[in-house]
C-alpha cells in the first residue's frame, strides 16, 4: 500500500508525512533535553519502543509513525498547551468528534497520516482493529483546537 506514510519511498525528509529517520528522533529528543523514558512518556509509548525507533530497529514495523513524531515536536514546544480532560478514544467519542469537526474519513485520516481504513476501524464497534492510540488522539485535537 503505497499511500501510507510508513511505506512511501517518495517521501521527502522534512515532510511531516516522511517516517522520521533514527538519527532525527535521537536528536530531536536531545535537543529538547530530554531522556529517552520522557521522550517515550509525551507519545504515550514503552521506553523500549523509543529506543527501537532511535537504534532505527525497524524489524517488525517498529518504525516511528509521522504523527506521533509531529505530536513530540509540538510537545517539546514552550508554548505548547496539551488538551484538558480527554475523553477515552473510544469508537464512539471518535466519530463523535469527527463529525463535530465537519470532517470526511478520509480528510481526518489524512490530518493524523494515516489510512482511511485504519480511521475507519478507530470509530466502529467490534471490528477487531486496534484501538486508536492515545498520541493520535492528542494529536487530533491539538491541530483542531482552533475549529471547535
Do not use: C
Amino acid at each position: 500500500m503505497v499511500n501510507h506514510p510508513n511505506r512511501s519511498r517518495k517521501k521527502k525528509a522534512d515532510d511531516d508525512a516522511a517516517t522520521p529517520d533514527p538519527a532525527a528522533i535521537k536528536a530531536a529528543r536531545i535537543d529538547a533535553d530530554l531522556s529517552q523514558t520522557a521522550a517515550a512518556a509525551l507519545v504515550y509509548s514503552p521506553l523500549i519502543t523509543w529506543q527501537k525507533w532511535e537504534q532505527g530497529q525497524a524489524n517488525g514495523g517498529n518504525r516511528m509513525h509521522p504523527a506521533f513524531f509531529k505530536l513530540f515536536k509540538l510537545k517539546v514546544r514552550p508554548d505548547y498547551v496539551a488538551p484538558v480532560d480527554l475523553p477515552k478514544p473510544a469508537p464512539a467519542t471518535i466519530l463523535a468528534k469527527r463529525e463535530s469537526l465537519g470532517l470526511t474519513r478520509k480528510e481526518a485520516a489524512a490530518l493524523l497520516m494515516v489510512t482511511e481504513s485504519g480511521w475507519q476501524r478507530w470509530e466502529t464497534e467490534g471490528t477487531g482493529g486496534r484501538p486508536m492510540h492515545l498520541a493520535f488522539w492528542e494529536l487530533l485535537h491539538v491541530l483542531t483546537r482552533d475549529k471547535t
